[in-house]
């Protein structure tokens, strides 16, 4: 298997990985698929519950997991967790297991975009736009040791982000020897 073979979104809550991954995986006509999404399906409950029950360590555990099976298959497009690359293996794992594009966003647009979402247990029960910042102080560079492309989503439709990152695929692509 070929790093080129699958498509691998981070970024921060509120980037647009889910969009941008399906719309991704049809031009590509991969699958697509969204590692919380597949945590969700295994454990039979939602993220906020494994939150409550095992804390964030093990829900990390079981993204780690996930992230393991899912990077053995070819043809994907997948959309990570905001904190995936928090941990030195998953970085590794997702480095090696596919073109890795990170989807820069501002912090004021992921904190419109995650205004009215009740789902995100890390954003429970504190200043939002705090929680949100300081997550990004910590991530922004974990995303960028990982990133193979980088795009930013500011003022950009989809359909214009999925191009530029196609295009920026095809160029990897082609400077890598095929096997």
Not at 23 to 47: N, P, T, W, Y
Not at 81 to 106: C, D, F, K, M, W
Request: aromatic letters at 4%.
């Amino acid at each position: 298997m070929s790093k080129t073979d699958n498509i691998i979104l981070i970024g921060p809550m509120g980037a647009g990985k889910t969009t941008i991954g399906r719309l991704l995986a049809a031009e590509l006509r991969f699958s697509f698929v969204d590692s919380d999404h597949e945590i969700e399906q295994r454990c039979g409950a939602d993220i906020s519950w494994i939150f409550d029950r095992e804390g964030e360590e093990g829900f990390r555990d079981r993204e780690s997991v996930v992230l393991t099976d899912l990077l053995a298959r070819a043809g994907i497009v997948l959309a990570t967790g905001g904190g995936a690359i928090e941990r030195p293996a998953n970085r590794t794992l997702l480095s090696q297991g596919g073109i890795v594009v990170y989807l820069h966003t501002p912090l004021a647009q992921q904190y419109q975009r995650t205004l009215r979402d009740n789902k995100r247990p890390l954003l429970q029960g504190g200043n939002r736009r705090q929680v949100l910042k300081r997550l990004m102080e910590r991530r922004e560079p974990l995303y960028r040791e990982v990133a193979d492309i980088v795009v930013g989503t500011e003022r950009r439709g989809s359909r214009q982000l999925v191009g530029e990152i196609l295009e920026r695929i095809d160029r990897i692509r082609n400077a890598v020897p095929s096997r």
